[in-house]
């Protein structure tokens, strides 16, 4: 097994790092205290990235991104994922799922989407439905050529900044061997349609300036050719999606807990106690041991992963040892990073008390640590019929 990178992915590393130290670290402070981005912050990202062919690095050329494979994507998350979530995310990646656009939607939806002209959100979480979200309840009722959709979303990142949602809504139910199912349709729904209404929600610990919407849907008519992929498919069209994102989220873990190894081994290299440097006493020394070991993990098993992904091979359960390692890794990385400054870890002068807070929703979201551990265990089993 070769683990070279090629002298492509070695630049898109580089390049990528340099991108996260000049543009994006010296505005973390400022989006730290104001919890939001500036728009002509937001505006230059989105400048500077597409000068560097980095913007919508996981889209197609032919739609305008920059077509990368899912292994050099994972290392522009990873080196992109050593900033901050508000800042980084704006070097788009959007949501594979699009490239399930039909017709006028690719001109309406897709390639703006890829220019950085039209902001997305993706939304399948509701009050009642979060890790099971076959409970979902927001409908979409067939009314001739059109559907009229009712029904509440919750935690929808980006929601209140989106040109447009995603929306993932349940349009009919079916007989399964297991009893009756929903079946889900997803669409594109425009911010102002009328009958859709959205406010921001509670504030997060994590991510601050990344922002989570509550949508509200009453009688709002939209036309069927807003379905994104095929009607009753919905699912279908959200299981290629997840794979890939659930990579993401653990490849920006690495490079968070990476940022957090490299600034606790400097310190614990120059800080002195008892008339040495704390790194000579093994209750530190074993800790930086301890935290390189846990990374190199995860990054062995995204990186496969998402090399997986590349020849088509990927199991759920590859995407979900991935997310499920690095995002735990990275709680347990930036927890050790703390302890090993100290006081000093705790203050906000200093990044590591955002790395830690940020740490907490990355075990939650795209499928919270005990559905992943789900996921494996129930592949481990299905194979032996259990
Ligand atoms: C900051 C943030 C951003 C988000 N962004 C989006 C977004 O853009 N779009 C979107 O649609 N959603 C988004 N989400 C929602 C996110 O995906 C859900 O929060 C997540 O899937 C968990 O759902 P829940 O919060 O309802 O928890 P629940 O599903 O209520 O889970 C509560 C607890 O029960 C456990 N549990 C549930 N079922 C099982 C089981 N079968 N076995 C063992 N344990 C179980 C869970 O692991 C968890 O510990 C976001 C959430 C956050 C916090």
Request: proline content about 3%; aromatic content about 6%; overall charge negative.
């Amino acid at each position: 097994m070769d683990f070279t990178l090629s002298s492509e992915q070695q630049m898109i590393v580089e390049t990528v790092r340099a991108f996260a130290v000049k543009e994006l670290y010296p505005f973390e402070d400022e989006v730290e205290r104001d919890d939001s981005v500036r728009p002509e912050l937001r505006r230059q990202i989105i400048e500077r990235s597409r000068e560097l062919g980095l913007f919508a690095a996981n889209m197609p050329e032919e739609h305008g991104g920059a077509g990368l494979d899912n292994l050099s994507l994972a290392l522009l998350s990873r080196e992109l994922g050593r900033a901050s979530m508000a800042l980084q995310w704006i070097v788009a990646r959007p949501s594979n799922i699009l490239q399930a656009c039909v017709g006028d939607q690719v001109e309406t939806y897709l390639r703006p989407t890829c220019r950085g002209e039209r902001l997305e959100c993706l939304a399948l979480t509701e009050p009642g439905a979060g890790s099971d979200l076959r409970a979902m309840t927001t409908r979409a009722v067939r009314d001739g050529g059109d559907f009229v959709i009712n029904g509440q979303k919750h935690f929808i990142s980006n929601g209140t900044e989106a040109d447009y949602v995603i929306l993932f809504t349940v349009t009919g139910e079916e007989d399964t061997p297991r009893g009756k199912s929903k079946k889900m349709t997803a669409f594109l729904v425009d911010m102002g349609t009328p009958g859709f209404e959205h406010r921001r929600g509670p504030s997060c610990v994590s991510h601050k300036g990344y922002h989570q919407a509550e949508l509200f849907f009453s009688d709002c008519r939209i036309s069927e050719n807003q379905i994104l992929g095929e009607e009753h498919k919905g699912f279908d069209v959200a299981n290629v999606w997840l794979g890939a994102t659930r990579l993401e989220v653990a490849a920006m873990c690495i490079g968070r807990a990476q940022r957090a190894l490299e600034m606790s081994v400097e310190w614990a290299a120059q800080r002195k106690q008892f008339g040495q440097t704390i790194g000579r006493f093994q209750g530190v020394s074993f800790k930086l041991a301890d935290m390189a070991t846990q990374i190199a993990a995860a990054e062995l098993l995204t990186l496969h992963a998402a090399w997986k992904l590349d020849q088509g091979t990927m199991t759920d359960m590859d995407a979900a040892m991935a997310k499920l390692h690095a995002s735990e890794m990275l709680a347990m990385v930036t927890d050790e990073a703390i302890q090993i400054f100290g006081g000093m870890g705790l203050m906000d002068s200093m990044p590591l008390e955002r790395f830690w807070r940020d740490a907490r929703v990355e075990r939650i979201y795209d499928g919270t640590s005990e559905i992943q551990r789900h996921i494996i265990s129930r592949s481990l089993l299905r194979a032996q019929g259990g």
